[in-house]
């Protein structure tokens, strides 16, 4: 069974963290509180869109025991998909 979160990251880079909220709004919200306190920093320089995507995330037994005995990569061993849905830029 997928679970569907919503996530963003700092970047479009596939390469970036992403940071998981249960709803649009919740991820929303912190999109735009982290960009505001990045925006704060005094050498943080030019700051871009956060994109924001919606996530399929799916776990089985075997999954999960993979992930306790290493840590490592865990986004990529159960992200199933992820869609472009908006973008911060406030």
């Known amino acids: ?8 990251q700092f970047s479009p880079n596939p390469q970036a963290p ?4 249960e709803t649009m709004e919740e991820c ?7 960009r ?3 925006k704060g920093e005094p050498d943080c320089g030019d700051i871009g ?4 995507y ?9 999954t ?3 992930i306790l005995n290493d840590p490592s990569e865990v986004v990529g061993r159960v992200l199933v998909s992820k869609k472009l849905i908006g973008l911060v830029t406030e």
């Open 64 to 66: 999960f025991i993979e």
């Open 18 to 21: 992403m940071f998981f909220r």
């Open 28 to 34: 929303r919200v912190a999109a735009i509180e982290e």
């Open 54 to 62: 919606e996530c399929a995330v799916r776990m089985d037994v075997a």
């Open 1 to 8: 069974m997928d679970i569907k979160l919503y996530a963003f």
């Open 49 to 52: 869109s956060f994109p924001i």
């Open 36 to 38: 505001s306190h990045l």
